[in-house]
């Protein structure tokens, strides 16, 4: 029983080593392809030179202005409201939530003061 054990513990130790071992050699050749690949890339782009030339142009950011605290933002990162065909930005949505609030606030002001029709005006 104990030879069994010691075969089938040096058979295992020779499976392992020899996993080990074939995977180094793969790990060497993955890194010679690599090193051919590149150059050979290299001397394509010495041959011949790319005919496309990158050009930087300065983009154009539209800018608003936060409607409740007046800082300038740019418009894509602007949160926005519309109302009655008007677009309101703001900075952050806290920003736009106390807008929100502030005229719901003028908006029942202005309701409960307009005058009501009652029978003597009429």
Request: charged share 30%; aromatic share 8%; hydrophobic share 35%.
């Amino acid at each position: 029983m104990e030879t069994l054990m010691n075969f089938l513990g040096v058979f295992i130790t020779g499976i392992v080593l020899t996993r080990i071992v074939i995977t180094i050699q793969m790990m060497k050749q993955y890194q010679k392809a690599q090193k051919h690949q590149m150059s050979s890339t290299n001397m394509e782009n010495e041959i011949e030179p790319s005919k496309e030339t990158m050009v930087y142009r300065p983009v154009d950011i539209e800018v608003v202005q936060d409607h409740m605290t007046g800082e300038s933002i740019p418009k894509l990162q602007a949160y926005q409201l519309v109302r009655e065909e008007k677009t309101y930005y703001f900075s952050s949505w806290e920003d736009r939530e106390r807008f929100i609030e502030s005229t719901k606030n003028d908006q029942i002001k202005d309701i409960k003061e307009e005058p009501s029709l009652t029978e003597e005006s009429i």
